[in-house]
């Protein structure tokens, strides 16, 4: 298995849902103007309590600062795991290759974002982190760093220096898990076909929020997905291992997920067609967690 760490460097935003009006054209802009902004990392997650975004250093330019606006402290790099035959990692086994990177960094204290899509999974990892990242996964992956938009191969002398020794901290916190009953599609939508659906996507963002029935195809067996969200309090971005917790016992069962971490929570969609849901309730600590299932809507 390859690791390619992503020339962008990613900051991680919220924008309150009072503020959304600030920042429609510059979301708009960034969103179906592509050629009209140097950005070439976006990422874009709307939840009850916020708009989570997830932009490279020319997306953030985009970006005036007010009081509507969250930014957190750190850069983050963008990890993409693949295989030797460089096709990229499908959504079966999302859970696994969180897993053989997560838990091994968790391990190390190291805080990660999980964000999946419908092609392949990003880990950002926070820049001050990397060589620590570099030395806990060489033995598994080739590494390789791109520069310039080409692969360079990483080895652990290259990131020597200063790399601190594994320290042993709390056990992480067992956090609540909430399944609202609503069902997700996983969408892709090919760039091309973008400027002839801007009107409809547009109203889908900012207004209406529903998506037409005949717009978009998911994957040719249509699945349905179950959310559950991990966090009864905003979640941080320092503690290690939450993502490990929910991956590792879905890996166990042989279960795959998509995973999205947003500013305040995270959230992991699972399959409804097996009992994904209840499986993760229950390798989830006994006692330690409580599962609500909200009222649908």
């Given at each position: 298995?390859?690791?390619?760490?992503?020339?962008?460097?990613?900051?991680v935003l919220s924008v309150a849902r009072p503020g959304l009006w600030l920042y429609t054209h510059p979301l708009?802009?960034?969103?179906?103007?592509?050629?009209?902004?140097?950005c070439k990392f976006f990422s874009l997650t709307e939840t009850p309590e916020d708009y989570t975004l997830m932009v490279d250093e020319e997306g953030f330019?985009?970006?005036?600062?007010?009081?509507?606006?969250?930014?957190?402290?750190?850069?983050?790099?963008?990890?993409?795991?693949?295989?030797?035959?460089?096709?990229?990692?499908?959504a079966a086994g999302v859970t696994k290759i969180a897993r053989s990177v997560i838990a091994p960094l968790a391990e190390h204290h190291?805080?990660?974002?999980?964000?999946?899509?419908?092609?392949?999974?990003?880990?950002?990892?926070?820049?001050?982190?990397?060589s620590v990242v570099i030395h806990t996964l060489a033995q598994e992956f080739d590494i390789y760093r791109e520069v310039g938009g080409e692969p360079v191969p990483v080895t652990r002398d290259d990131f020597s220096n200063g790399f601190p020794r594994t320290q042993h901290g709390p056990s992480p916190t067992v956090h609540p898990i909430q399944s609202p009953q609503n069902r997700f599609c996983v969408l892709t939508l090919d760039p091309e076909?973008?400027?002839?659906?801007?009107?409809?996507?547009?109203?889908v963002l900012f207004y209406s929020h529903r998506?037409?029935?005949?717009?978009?195809?998911?994957?040719?067996?249509?699945?349905?997905?179950?959310?559950?969200?991990i966090g009864g309090q905003p979640l941080g971005f320092?503690?290690?291992?939450?993502?490990?917790?929910?991956?590792?016992?879905?890996?166990?069962?042989?279960?795959?997920?998509?995973?999205?971490?947003?500013f305040n929570f995270d959230h992991a969609l699972v399959d409804m067609k097996h009992r994904e849901v209840k499986c993760l309730a229950q390798c989830h600590t006994a006692g330690q967690c409580g599962t609500r299932i909200p009222k649908e809507g």
């Open positions: 298995m390859e690791l390619h760490i992503l020339e962008h460097r990613v900051r708009i802009k960034l969103l179906f103007l592509p050629r009209r902004s140097r330019k985009e970006l005036p600062p007010s009081e509507f606006l969250q930014v957190a402290e750190a850069t983050w790099l963008v990890l993409n795991v693949s295989s030797h035959s460089g096709a990229a990692v499908q190291v805080s990660v974002l999980m964000l999946s899509t419908y092609q392949t999974d990003f880990i950002l990892v926070r820049e001050q982190d990397l076909t973008l400027p002839a659906i801007a009107t409809t996507l547009i109203d998506f037409p029935s005949d717009l978009l195809l998911t994957s040719s067996s249509g699945e349905l997905w179950r959310m559950v969200r320092d503690e290690c291992g939450i993502v490990a917790q929910i991956a590792g016992p879905l890996a166990a069962a042989d279960i795959s997920a998509y995973y999205i971490s947003t």
